[in-house]
């Protein structure tokens, strides 16, 4: 697919079922690149355990959320991260020319589930702050199994999706909206997580 005709089945997805789950929106050799990064940081112990909650809300509870994370900077000078954030670029400003969404920022971290982890149910727009607009999550896990654990279930009203975060999917989903979880993990699990604002 083009990346034009990749961004319009998006939209169009985002419009009928509020997430998408798309493969290959962003390049295999970037990914790989940015598991690298995540795995160096993870080596020189730059992750931290993350927090719920934002402002003075935020706290550290190992009973709701239990992995670790490293925020991306918006202008990292790192190639993969800003070869990363040239394609989230590309995708919401079609976005916003096609369905006048209005993004104009976004935040991004990488997340590492160690084996054992979850995140339980939670909506990712804060109640104090509505800016939030599309949760963006990319996976970088390669040999992923069924059976590995780890999978993002999406809590819909009438049913609830499962997936499994494989290398190079990539979930969109309407943050406001869509409560979801990360079940427990039996390996350890990676991702580039962040939010359209």
Known sequence: MTPVSTYEHIIDELASKDYVVVDGLIEAEILSELKAELLKKHTEEELKRAEIGNGANSSVNDLIRSDKISWIDTDSKIPCEQAYY?????????????????????????????KGTFYQKHIDRFKNDSNRKFSFITYLNDSWQHGDGGELKLHLDDEVIEVEPRFGKTVIFKSHLIEHEVVENHRQRFSVTGWLK
């Open 86 to 114: 040239q394609a989230v670029n590309a995708f919401y400003t079609y976005l916003n020319q096609a369905c006048f969404t209005g993004i104009s920022d976004f935040e991004f971290h990488y997340a590492c589930y160690e």
